[in-house]
């Protein structure tokens, strides 16, 4: 009797390890590994499509520094959407005048596991490529979630001149100045970063801004 007690006990205590390192072992949401992007070294140009797409154009940002793995971006846009320019109005570091819109001092991360943004309420990992559909991202301290949708296996996203696989995110504006916009998913691929912006508004259309990067994982 007191043999098998011992070999209980063992079990036991095995078990609570096990359950222990699993819990210790379980990745943070919110936390962004793997090795520096080429993609956020400095000099590295994002850009939009040159039309112009449900009133945005001439998007373009650059890196204008590298520190710890935090990438500061400078970016410019027209904007002629009334709903768009809205929805960027109150982030921090962007400056409207008329439909010239600017931002300053937006702070991103880019491994190569994933993409995250710093900077405003909205801050927070945007993806991680390795992902399953169904896995989430907290958004900020705003009690909302961004959400992976879809995770094609296959080559089916048309880029540039060819098709690539990618992940795709879903959230929904976290203020009231998104008025008219229903929720905004974020398109990404492994090598290429972000790959597209895709906007749903209101009254069920939906856009989808390019995104290209000067440099790639």
Same mark, same amino acid.
């Given at each position: 009797?007191?043999?098998?007690?011992?070999?209980?006990?063992?079990?036991? %205590?095995?078990?609570? +390890? =096990?359950? +222990?390192? *699993?819990?210790?072992?379980?990745?943070?949401?919110?936390? $962004?590994?793997?090795? /520096?992007?080429?993609?956020?070294?400095?000099?590295?140009?994002? &850009? &939009?499509?040159?039309?112009?797409?449900?009133?945005?154009?001439?998007? &373009?940002?650059?890196?204008?520094? $590298?520190?710890?793995?935090?990438?500061?971006?400078? #970016?410019?846009?027209?904007?002629?959407?009334?709903?768009?320019?809205?929805?960027?109005?109150?982030?921090?570091?962007?400056?409207?005048?008329?439909?010239?819109?600017?931002?300053t001092n937006l702070k991103m /991360?880019?491994?190569?596991?994933?993409?995250? +943004? $710093?900077?405003?309420?909205g801050a927070g990992v945007l993806?991680?490529?390795?992902?399953?559909?169904?896995?989430?991202?907290?958004?900020?301290?705003?009690? *909302?979630?961004? *959400?992976?949708?879809? !995770? &094609?296996?296959?080559?089916?996203?048309?880029?540039?001149? =060819?098709?690539?696989?990618?992940? /795709?995110?879903?959230?929904?504006?976290?203020?009231? !100045?998104?008025g008219g916009i229903q929720k905004?998913?974020?398109?990404?691929?492994?090598?290429?970063?972000?790959?597209?912006?895709?906007?749903? =508004?209101?009254?069920?259309?939906? %856009?989808? =801004?390019?995104?290209?990067?000067? #440099?790639?994982?």
């Amino acid at each position: 009797m007191k043999k098998l007690f011992v070999i209980l006990l063992g079990i036991s %205590v095995g078990v609570f +390890c =096990f359950s +222990c390192e *699993k819990i210790l072992d379980k990745e943070d949401a919110n936390e $962004l590994k793997g090795d /520096q992007s080429p993609m956020g070294e400095v000099g590295v140009i994002v &850009s &939009s499509g040159s039309a112009e797409i449900a009133g945005v154009s001439d998007f &373009s940002a650059v890196v204008t520094e $590298l520190k710890e793995g935090v990438s500061t971006y400078t #970016a410019s846009a027209k904007v002629t959407n009334t709903f768009i320019k809205n929805m960027v109005s109150g982030f921090p570091g962007v400056t409207i005048n008329g439909d010239d819109v600017t931002i300053t001092n937006l702070k991103m /991360q880019q491994t190569t596991e994933g993409i995250k +943004c $710093l900077t405003g309420p909205g801050a927070g990992v945007l993806v991680k490529y390795d992902s399953k559909v169904g896995d989430t991202y907290p958004v900020g301290n705003t009690g *909302k979630e961004r *959400k992976v949708v879809s !995770k &094609s296996g296959e080559d089916d996203y048309p880029y540039g001149f =060819f098709l690539i696989k990618t992940i /795709q995110v879903e959230t929904t504006p976290i203020d009231m !100045k998104s008025g008219g916009i229903q929720k905004i998913t974020y398109i990404a691929n492994h090598k290429f970063g972000m790959v597209g912006v895709r906007v749903d =508004f209101d009254d069920e259309t939906s %856009v989808t =801004f390019p995104v290209y990067s000067s #440099a790639e994982n």
